[in-house]
């Protein structure tokens, strides 16, 4: 009988079929593995979501390192709306209040805390980085294309570079009067807009100043929000703060 038509004897074979499975098998489990440890594109934007590879782009620039605020502007009050269900949003997005951004944003709002300070006002923090997956959640819930971050761009936040605030009096702690409340998508919301009292111009105006000397540039429809201006490309993240130690 020639070789190709004898009957296989399994036992003495070396080659089994559960071998191909079980190789099968452990692929397809590795899989999940594989797509999570790597970065990711989508609407052809590079996303990071591997906290070791983040490393590596921070190993080859410092600059690049996230780091909480509050190491580098110990006395800056923080109220992250996002960790709480009082937002626009009405939902807890974030488990823990954390605030984080890149290194030269820390150092940046240093400055500005210390400019303030001497005039006795302080920085209070609403939102920093934002894994880019919350914002495309945000924009299932709204999906307003003139105020929220939109999934096919990413957000500034997903960058670490931008940031949600207001002034506080360094006394009292009390925030100082703005002209709509965090979040409010309203054209009063404009950072140009002028039909407020004085002493909210006054207020606003002085945010605004203060950001600008230390490197900010106001976002043109809200007042709370401040994005840091580099030449650095600052990739865009989506790591969970719990994935990075927080
Ligand atoms: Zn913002």
Redesign the pocket.
Known sequence: MPKRFRPMNWKNCTYKPCDSMRNLIFLILLLPVFSFSQSTIKYNLYIISDPKILKETIKKDPNKALVPIKDYVPNIALDIKYATTQNVFYTQLYKKPVALVRLPVAKALAAVQKDLNAQGYGLKIY?AYRPYSVTCQMFEMLPDTLYMGLPWTG?K?NRGI???LTLIDLKTKKELKMPTPFDALVYAAHPEFMKLSEEVIKNRELLKTVMKKHGFKV?PM?W??FNFVSDTVFELLDIPFEKMGF
Request: net charge negative.
């Open positions: 939102d957000s936040h931008a940031l949600d976002d809200e709370w929000h």
